[in-house]
């Protein structure tokens, strides 16, 4: 008896070095070219070896907005994974496991769960083999073609040679033979595909990609999770790409280096952590004050400090607000979808040229780290705009920060005869010649500073209209951002199918901030609640600086793992069942599944758990 | 025929104290553009926070007056994205063996072709009269009122063992020798620091023109050898009643920008175009 799905949560989990992030990204790439919607959200701690790894695949025959918190097929690399998961795999699902490390008891796995543990020496005679006979015996309790994934194993071991390639078909080979003679088909399967060529990428992986679209020509870098990837992308492709990737001794280094490189004329831009921002804030005044353009991508992990280095948060838009002492023009955008980390990033490089002002890209783990199949990204289209820039002065004189009506003033970059200047993190006249060793000129200070912050009058002006997604006469509006927004829109899509029309607010353009639009638009809400994944709730606080709009209700994460969407729906349940009428806060907290005195096993290699 | 050396006369003139060895410094760098025939706009000049980082704002050529500390990686990034350029950087012993160190060690080791002119007058001038990481030990000053604790640190030893190909120390007072280190800096294909004594008249009352006057002497005429690494390793310790000036060390190395796979073609990166053909192909890995 088989029962067929709209989409299917599949989990690969093990220890760090058990080779699950290879194992699940050819999973994930096999069933994008087989046509299926991918939601790949890779859980992990901060060791090299051992330790605890979740691969959360998710796939659908329509787009999946989230990792999804349901579990029908899990492939147990440790018994620790069989503990924290057994109980959670639903009815009808599948455990695979390698019986030559662990047993499972009866008790460890919900009823009805069909369990298959595979005897990997027996079968390949290889114990590094395990991934790959497991992925054959998931390929058979699953029904899918297999065809993908031997072309994916055959494109990356054909480097190593045949004899590789068929180590690993037969390792494959096997534990499919294996599952079909010792178990039976599972009873969960997923829909027909619709077969469409789409993509699969990393957030970071297109923030890299638009850098290059987006005309970035050097990109400087501390390596820092979650936004390490972004590096390791462009580096692999930067003479490619024609892309100069430097990494610097720390990440004060870094953004002088990105604000060097502009000021001599290229496209320059650097990523880190908010941990690698907080050092850089002083420059980024500096970008604000010489009007250098630069793009510094923040990716939020758990903070404060060292906080949680490979987990998620949306806890920085404040640092991200006050970088850096004094009053300088900037932006801030931040993309909420992958194909907007794509296009927003080639939109911060332009903006930053066109008004000559740092831009900060701000994303988060859960966006930056997991791989997602997209329909497509325009390459063909990409606009880059330079802004004003002046090649040669003929003999006039240059005055590098003349004051102008937008209060943009040309560039030339160094190098073009007859225009030498000097650019000044003091304060300066439109010559760029200090005023800060003059005993004072009020005149000067209050011409230059109204001179950079006008270029906002003209940003914020270029900016789309604020808008509400989804019914007018909704009963709820659900405000967020970032890597939230999805989870929202699996929300409204969820509820909508029970009734309950819910509509979204998510900013993605948050400095300069449309203000007054926002006030009106929220104007038209019944009733508001805010879901972000922080504790004080910063984008509530933020909407309400900007736009004198209270948002009453709020619903919080900061443990560090994604919003699950069971929980938040659930939450939106019971709380319109409520319809409270004074404020509220709640927070939610991810379930690990296990039993209250649980210890982990420590150390990889050890055979044995304690589970009491 | 050399340029001019009005041509690099900037459009402020100095506000230094009277007598400060800064002025020295100003006009053996003008000497040195000026006798290597280097055009004012194909120089950039590049310094930190302090006295002595107001140097851009003084001679004619394109300046970034940056933050305390920071003139190293700005330098680095424009001389990445243009590596035609003339990138001359300048500043202090506060701004580039105090806050600015790290940034030191690290760009001795990758050897761009650059030059580093450090003014150091062992105090912290702009904030009136602070110990630096070149104080000597013991000497009393605003902030070390029982005398420094910390010995002084060695910026000649430091860029030796850090990878600088050219490592040269000046003194304000012999200006001639002064330009010689300079234009010899420039000329260099590699990272070439010229740490120079330059007295502060205002708030180093011990290490005055005087005190150097008495104990330099220079390397050349002792028939140092400045392809030798441990002879100048060895004099870069020297301290007290002789104090070595003059060329200390001087290799050939290739530079940093010789082995950046993206400017082995020798094209500046400012001069590239955006590689906009390129995506359909980059895009092929997410299919």
Redo the contacts between chains.
């Keep these: 008896m088989s029962e067929t799905r709209a989409d299917l949560g599949i989990w690969v989990s093990g220890a760090a070095g058990d080779g699950i992030a290879a194992s699940g990204e050819s999973f994930s790439k096999a069933c994008t070219r087989t046509g299926y919607h991918v939601f790949a959200y890779n859980s992990y701690q901060s060791v090299i070896r051992g330790g605890h790894v979740c691969m959360h695949i998710r796939i659908g025959q329509q787009r999946v907005y989230t990792h999804g918190d349901k579990l029908h097929y899990l492939l147990a690399l440790n018994q620790d994974s069989v503990a924290r998961y057994g109980k959670r795999i639903e009815p009808g699902g599948v455990l695979l496991f390698n019986k030559d490390k662990f047993q499972i008891k009866p008790e460890q796995v919900a009823p009805g769960v069909q369990v298959i543990g595979l005897p990997v020496m027996e079968l390949v005679g290889n114990q590094l083999m395990q991934n790959i006979a497991l992925m054959g015996a998931l390929y058979f309790v699953l029904g899918l073609d297999q065809k993908e994934f031997k072309g994916l194993i055959q494109e990356r071991f054909a480097k190593k040679g045949e004899a590789i390639v068929k180590t690993n078909f037969d390792a494959f080979d096997k534990g499919f033979e294996y599952a079909k003679t010792n178990g039976k088909p599972g009873e969960l399967r997923i829909g027909k595909s619709d077969g469409k060529r789409r993509l699969l990428a990393s957030g970071n992986a297109l923030i890299g990609f638009g850098a290059v679209a987006g005309g970035c020509k050097f990109y400087a870098a501390y390596p820092m999770t979650p936004a390490s990837s972004i590096l390791h992308w462009l580096v692999k492709n930067a003479v490619k790409a024609g892309v100069l990737v430097k990494q610097a001794e720390d990440e004060i280094a870094v953004i002088n280096m990105t604000v060097g490189a502009a000021h001599a004329g290229v496209r320059a831009m650097c990523g880190t952590a908010g941990g690698g921002f907080a050092l850089m804030t002083e420059a980024v005044g500096e970008a604000g004050m010489t009007e250098t353009p630069i793009v510094v991508a923040e990716v939020q992990r758990g903070g404060p400090s060292t906080g949680l280095p490979t987990k998620t948060e949306q806890a920085d838009l404040f640092q991200l607000l006050g970088a850096s002492q004094g009053e300088f023009p900037k932006a801030i955008l931040a993309p909420r979808t992958l194909p907007e980390c794509y296009s927003m990033t080639i939109e911060a490089l332009n903006l930053a040229e066109k008004y000559q002002i740092p831009v900060m890209l701000c994303s988060d783990l859960y966006l930056s780290e997991r791989n997602e199949t997209l329909d497509g990204l325009d390459i063909t289209n990409v606009k880059i705009d330079r802004g004003e820039l002046v090649s040669e002065v003929n003999g006039k004189p240059y005055r590098r920060f003349l004051d102008t009506k937008t209060g943009v003033s040309p560039r030339v970059f160094p190098g073009t005869p007859g225009a030498t200047y000097v650019t000044a993190t003091d304060e300066h006249d439109q010559d760029g010649v200090v005023i800060s060793d003059v005993f004072t000129n009020p005149a000067v200070r209050v011409k230059m500073m109204e001179k950079r912050m006008r270029k906002l009058d003209a940003l914020l002006a270029s900016l789309p209209e604020p808008e509400l997604e989804g019914p007018a006469d909704a009963v709820l509006t659900l405000v967020g951002w970032g890597s939230t927004y999805q989870v929202l829109l699996e929300a409204q899509e969820v509820l909508g199918r029970e009734g309950i029309k819910v509509n979204i607010f998510a900013p993605k353009y948050l400095y300069p901030f449309k203000g007054e639009a926002t006030a009106k638009l929220l104007s038209k809400a019944k009733m508001m609640l805010a879901i972000e994944a922080n504790y004080t709730g910063q984008i509530s606080k933020y909407i309400r600086m900007e736009s004198g709009v209270t948002i009453q209700h709020h619903l919080h994460k900061y443990d560090g793992e994604p919003f699950e969407i069971g929980q938040v729906v659930d939450y939106i349940k019971q709380f319109l069942a409520k319809k409270p009428t004074t404020p509220t806060v709640a927070s939610l907290v991810s379930d690990e599944g296990l039993p209250a005195d649980f210890s982990p096993i420590a150390m990889p290699g050890a055979e044995a758990v304690r589970v009491h | 025929m050399p340029t001019n050396i009005k041509e690099f006369q900037g459009?402020?003139k100095p506000?230094w104290c009277p007598g400060c060895g800064d002025y020295g410094v100003l006009n053996a760098l003008q000497r040195s553009l000026a006798d290597l025939d280097i055009?004012?706009?194909?120089v950039?000049?590049?310094s930190g926070?302090g006295c002595s980082s107001?140097l851009?704002?003084f001679i004619?050529?394109?300046?970034?007056?940056?933050?305390h500390g920071?003139s190293?990686?700005?330098?680095?990034?424009?001389?990445?994205?243009?590596h035609?350029?003339n990138v001359v950087v300048t500043g202090g012993d506060g701004d580039g063996y105090g806050i600015g160190v790290?940034?030191f060690?690290?760009t001795c080791r990758r050897n761009f072709d650059m030059t580093y002119i450090v003014m150091d007058n062992q105090i912290y001038g702009l904030t009136t009269g602070q110990a630096s990481p070149t104080t000597e030990k013991d000497i009393r000053t605003k902030s070390t009122p029982e005398g420094v604790i910390e010995i002084s640190l060695s910026p000649i030893a430091l860029a030796l063992t850090c990878g600088a190909t050219y490592v040269a120390r000046g003194f304000s007072g012999e200006a001639a020798h002064l330009s010689q280190l300079i234009k010899g800096a420039i000329e260099h294909k590699g990272f070439a620091l010229v740490d120079v004594f330059s007295p502060c008249v205002t708030y180093n009352k011990h290490n005055t023109y005087p005190w150097f006057k008495e104990r330099v002497y220079k390397l050349e005429d002792e028939k140092h050898d400045s392809t030798n690494f441990q002879a100048a390793l060895q004099r870069s310790f020297e301290w007290g009643n002789r104090i070595p000036i003059g060329l200390f060390y001087k290799v050939d190395r290739p530079t940093y920008e010789d082995e950046?796979?993206?400017?082995r073609g020798g094209v500046p990166?400012?001069k590239?175009?955006?590689?906009?053909d390129?995506?359909?192909?980059?895009?092929e890995e997410?299919?």
Excluded: C, W
């Excluded at chain 2, 004619?60 to 933050?67: D, K, M, P, V």
């Excluded at chain 2, 190293?72 to 243009?82: E, Q, S, V, W, Y």
């Excluded at chain 2, 950046?260 to 400017?263: A, G, R, S």
């Design positions: 459009a402020v506000d055009a004012p706009h194909n950039l000049v590049v926070i107001n851009p704002g004619r050529a394109y300046g970034f007056h940056s933050l920071r190293l990686p700005i330098a680095t990034g424009a001389k990445l994205a243009n035609a350029l790290g940034h060690v690290h950046e796979p993206t400017l990166l400012v590239q175009a955006v590689q906009s390129k995506l359909a192909s980059l895009m997410f299919l």
